[in-house]
């Protein structure tokens, strides 16, 4: 079920040709952000797919990038997600309701993407916000009535023009558009995911997790965050890390992996280590 997130109105009153010209403003104002958005994900899924591949965590057959993988994989994620209506980052759906009231247009975005349609119209000068049918609380009483009269006339008379954006996938863009993490970042980052894994692993013995108890397993992760030895464990994991990772560069993710580096064969050294070698996926 989508969340209604905005509403907006024309600022004032706009023939058809100018509504023609609204549109495609408006089309062009959701490519946008859904294009910055990918590019932030696919930026961050750039360096979950390195630092796998330098950890022997993945495979990459030699004649593929990165960059290749880390899109793959994010196009995979995204697809899912809008397919299924999912409430997350990956959802990168968008549905909008023109409905024209006393000589304005009034509309609505509705995502299960919290992130990609907050503020997603702002930059189209034409239009304005005004409060949405979920957020009554902070409506004034000229903006309640607006919103009355227009769900009696949509819901019992009138339907309201529909239109829905979906972002094509690969979307094409170029390494030097990516904001690269930090090694600094991405080694914290993967040192306190190794400690997570263990804590992990010995809670659960390899057994699968029913939805219902995941959050008592997180509750679980979090005490054992707070030990001392948790905090010596991820100094230990960072320091190597830290050596081992690569700064990300447009070279780096763009080369086939068969021209780049050799892949380090020495493993994080932490206190409890998991002797079932599992095999590795190839991506």
């Not at 706009?14 to 495609?24: H, Q, R």
């Not at 946008?32 to 390195?50: D, N």
């Not at 119209?121 to 009269?149: A, C, P």
Request: hydrophobic share 35%; aromatic share 8%.
């Amino acid at each position: 079920m989508s969340i209604i997130i905005n509403g907006y109105r024309t600022k004032e009153n706009i023939g058809n040709a100018t509504f023609e010209s609204l549109m495609k403003k408006i089309k062009h104002a959701i490519e946008e952000k859904q294009r910055a958005s990918y590019i932030g994900l696919l930026s961050e899924e750039v360096g979950l797919v390195t630092d796998y591949y330098v950890l022997n965590y993945i495979t990459i057959n030699e004649g593929r990038s990165i960059l290749d993988v880390a899109q793959e994989r994010l196009c995979q994620r995204i697809d899912e997600a809008t397919r299924s209506g999912s409430e997350n980052r990956y959802n990168f759906h968008i549905g909008l309701e023109y409905m024209p009231h006393k000589k304005r247009w009034y509309i609505l975005i509705a995502s299960n993407n919290d992130s990609l349609a907050e503020g997603i119209l702002d930059s189209v000068s034409d239009l304005e916000k005004f409060v949405t049918t979920d957020d009554e609380d902070n409506q004034t009483e000229e903006q309640q009535k607006v919103w009355n009269e227009i769900r009696e006339k949509y819901t019992q008379t009138l339907q309201p023009m529909r239109q829905h954006f979906m972002v094509p996938l690969p979307l094409n863009v170029h390494a030097d558009s990516l904001k690269f993490q930090t090694v600094q970042d991405r080694a914290f980052y993967q040192a306190e995911n190794k400690e997570y894994s263990l804590i992990f692993q010995s809670l659960t013995k390899g057994r699968a997790i029913p939805p219902m108890e995941i959050m008592r397993y997180v509750d679980e992760i979090a005490i054992e965050r707070g030990n001392a030895s948790h905090a010596v464990n991820v100094q230990k994991n960072l320091s190597q890390l830290l050596v081992m990772l690569p700064n990300l560069t447009t070279e780096l993710v763009t080369k086939p992996c068969g021209e780049l580096f050799k892949k380090p064969t020495d493993e994080i050294v932490t206190e409890e280590e998991d002797d079932a070698s599992e095999e590795q996926p190839e991506e």
